[in-house]
T-cell receptor
Framework: SQQGEEDPQALSIQEGENATMNCSYK?????LQWYRQNSGRGLVHLIL?????REKHSGRLRVTLDTSKKSSSLLITASRAADTASYFC???????????FGTGTKLQVIP | EAQVTQNPRYLITVTGKKLTVTCSQN?????MSWYRQDPGLGLRQIYY???????DKGDVPEGYKVSRKEKRNFPLILESPSPNQTSLYFC??????????????FGPGTRLLVL
């Protein structure tokens, strides 16, 4: 099965700057989601975008999806130190049961 | 409080000694799943369950067993653990087809070391 590839693997920015991370995948999907993980803890769901949507917003988060390029991006605006975490994309293809995750982007926001 | 719990949180064991990691959710979710997380590989799905008595393999099921006798519980069983099963394990649940099936709620993780 496919697995998402995320880049960059690691990103370090100053507080207040924007952070962009990208996810690419190989086969058609039903939806794509983004999760956050704080230092080895459980993942927290951030936002979902469906295959027929191109852009979605939630607070300081903006997600885009380009199905022709099989890629998605997550933008965090005006970053805060509390945004320091690893971010994973996850996708459903075919049935809802099987979920595949990307390899993750480790974001560090320096105060 | 709505949550997914896992026990134990940390476990050190030896090769071949059977172990069970428990997972329980109090949200009446239909869907439950197990993942393992390894550095550089992200999360990989081991097994999932769409409802009681319905389970199926994920991407990396070898060496693992699961059961779903009750809706709230989904234990992960390692019959004969090997060092390559050393990993961080997560249980997750979602409403499944009963509702918002895409949003998964994760447990805190179980860190397993097999010597």
């Amino acid at each position: 099965s496919q697995q998402g590839e995320e880049d960059p693997q690691a990103l370090s920015i100053q507080e207040g700057e924007n952070a962009t991370m990208n996810c690419s995948y190989k086969t058609s999907i039903n939806n794509l989601q983004w999760y956050r993980q704080n230092s080895g803890r459980g993942l927290v769901h951030l936002i979902l975008i469906r295959s027929n949507e191109r852009e979605k917003h939630s607070g300081r988060l903006r997600v885009t999806l380009d199905t022709s390029k099989k890629s998605s991006s997550l933008l965090i605006t005006a970053s805060r130190a509390a945004d320091t975490a690893s971010y994973f994309c996850a996708m459903n293809a075919g049935g809802y049961q099987k979920v595949t995750f990307g390899t993750g982007t480790k974001l560090q926001v320096i105060p | 409080e709505a949550q997914v719990t896992q026990n134990p949180r940390y476990l050190i064991t030896v090769t071949g000694k059977k172990l069970t990691v428990t997972c329980s959710q109090n949200m009446n979710h239909e869907y439950m799943s197990w993942y393992r997380q390894d550095p550089g590989l992200g999360l990989r799905q081991i097994y999932y369950s769409m409802n009681v008595e319905v389970t199926d393999k994920g991407d990396v099921p070898e060496g693992y067993k699961v059961s779903r006798k009750e809706k709230r519980n989904f234990p992960l069983i390692l019959e004969s653990p090997s060092p390559n099963q050393t990993s961080l394990y997560f249980c997750a649940s979602s409403q499944g087809l009963a509702g918002d099936w895409e949003t998964q709620y994760f447990g805190p993780g179980t860190r397993l070391l097999v010597l």
